[in-house]
Structures are given as C-alpha cells and as structure tokens.
C-alpha cells in the first residue's frame, strides 16, 4: 500500500536546531511517522521530547554548538549509542544576521557561513559515512530558503549561506545517489518563527510581504512536517538533489 512507503518505523533520524520553530515541527512530522528522533539544540532543549514522549515516541537530546564541526562525530557517535543506527539527517540548524552590506562585518560573515553551509557538510559527510557503513543508504535533508533563489536585502552571508545549500544539496546528491543516499533541500518561505521576528515586528515589511504570498498566510512549523516525511522516506528513493519549496506560492508569483 502507497502509504507504507512513507513510514519510518525502526528508521533513526538527526534533527538539528530541534528546540524551535521548523526544527521542533519536523522532529514532530518525522517522530509521527514513527522515526526515533535525536534533536541537537544548542542552549535550551525546548519542550519537543515532552511533546514527542506524550506520544509515545523515542527522543534523544544532544547539547551542540554547530557554529564550529568540532560536535559533528559526537552528534553521531550519540545517537548509534542510543539508538544503535542512523537513517535520515535533517540540517535544519540555521541563523540569519541582518545589517546593510557595506557596513556588514566579518564576524557576522564568518557564524553565518560556518553554521548555515560549513558545518551542514561537514555533518553531512559524517552522517554520510555511517550510511554507508550500514549499507543500506540514506537520507539527507537540508533546509534552504527564498535566498537560495533570490538575492534578499541586508542579509548577504544568509542569502549567500542558502545559495550555497541548494549548490551542495545537488553535488551531494551527485556523489552519493549511487550509495542510496539521496540529498534533497526544502526551501520554506517565509514562516512564523524567531527567524522572521525582525520581519513580523516591521509593519511596513511585514505588510509587503504578506501582500506577495498567493496563500494569504505566513507559513508555520507544521508546514514543512509533511514535506520532510516524505524526503525522509522511501516514497523518495528516485528523488535527488531537488529543493523543494514550500513557500505558499512565493516563488510562483
Ligand atoms: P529558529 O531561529 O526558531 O530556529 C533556528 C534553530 O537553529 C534553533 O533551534 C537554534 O537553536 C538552532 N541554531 C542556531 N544556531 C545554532 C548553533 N550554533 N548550534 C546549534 N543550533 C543552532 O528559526 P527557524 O525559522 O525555525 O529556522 C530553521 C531553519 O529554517 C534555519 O536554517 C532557517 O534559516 C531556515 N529558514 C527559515 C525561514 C523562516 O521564514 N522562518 C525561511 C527559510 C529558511
């Protein structure tokens, strides 16, 4: 049956930036569809293995800086530890600074690029290796953005960060289609979540990009759940190196 082919039962699942926003509603879609999940969170873990145990789902917490690779083999070897295995990885982690790019400083180049696109490869590569020792393929998603596509204002290490992500979804899905891993992108539009504060807080933007968005709605969490269930799942063995948005419209106006 068609929707078998979308369950991860006995499947094991990596979430970074677990606590929050996209991060906390795809730990949610994928926990649903019956993954183990480990959640990386960089402070606070948030209420997501509460909400995932009510359930009756597994969760594991794990405390990670990924502004640096230096966590990337721990964040693996901790979840073989607990769950014995790794399927599916979810590179959700992202910031955004916002400053005009002729005052725009390299600290703010450098966090954004190292937490968007270095670290993203660097456990991506990690995660990669166990898929193949396991030998039984895997599942990369990352999280792109609008900025993949388009230019943006005030945000050139985000916009060039989420370029990179979709450029680096297709070499990697080049590389490792071979092994059964397939590396696919969702690019959501703009959502409700602390990354679009700024945004939501100026009546003027906040307005204008309302005005844009053909479903009349800025996107939330469960938006992107279902989208990245079925990235994750066999229902997407022949898909590779696409980015997927989910945008409400955005990108078709
Ligand atoms: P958010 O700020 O709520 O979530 C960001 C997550 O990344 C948080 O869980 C945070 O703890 C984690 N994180 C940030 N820096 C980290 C670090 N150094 N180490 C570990 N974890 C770290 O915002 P969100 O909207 O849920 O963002 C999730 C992803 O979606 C990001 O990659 C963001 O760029 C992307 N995105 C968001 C939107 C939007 O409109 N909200 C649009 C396009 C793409």
């Known amino acids: 049956m068609i929707l078998d082919s979308f369950n991860l039962s006995g499947k094991v699942a990596i979430v970074t930036g677990s606590n929050t926003g996209l991060g906390q509603g795809i730990c949610l879609g994928l926990a649903e569809a019956g993954a183990k999940v480990a959640g ?3 402070n606070t873990p948030g209420d997501t293995e509460k909400m995932i145990t009510a359930d009756g789902g597994e969760y594991l917490g794990i405390k990670a800086d990924l502004v640096s690779i230096e966590p990337v083999q721990r964040i693996i070897d ?7 295995r790794v399927d599916i990885l ?3 982690a992202g ?3 916002r400053e005009d790019s002729i005052n725009f400083t390299e600290k703010d180049w450098d966090d954004v690029l190292n937490t968007n696109l270095k670290t993203v490869f ?8 166990q898929f193949m020792k396991q030998g039984d393929g895997g599942k990369i998603i990352n999280i792109a953005s609008m900025l993949s596509f388009q230019g943006g204002i005030r945000v050139p290490s985000y916009t060039s960060s989420k370029s990179g992500i979709m450029g680096l979804t297709r070499l990697l899905a080049c590389e490792w289609a071979k092994d059964n891993i ?6 959501p539009g703009y959502m409700d979540t602390n990354n679009t504060e700024a945004l939501r807080n100026d009546p003027k933007r906040s307005a204008e990009i309302l005005g844009r968005i053909p479903a009349d709605r800025w996107g939330i969490p469960e938006d992107v759940a279902g989208p990245a269930v079925f990235l994750a799942s066999s229902a997407a ?7 997927l948005a989910v945008d409400g419209g955005w990108l078709a106006r």
């Not at 901790?78 to 014995?84: C, H, L, R, S, V």
């Not at 063995?237 to 980015?243: I, P, S």
């Open 122 to 129: 660097f456990l991506s590569q990690a995660a990669a290796k």
């Open 237 to 243: 063995d022949y898909v590779n190196g696409y980015t």
């Open 78 to 84: 901790e979840t073989i530890k607990k769950f014995g």
């Open 182 to 187: 397939n590396v696919n992108a969702i690019a």
């Open 95 to 97: 910031i955004i600074r």
């Open 90 to 92: 979810v590179n959700n």
């Open 40 to 42: 990386v969170y960089r």
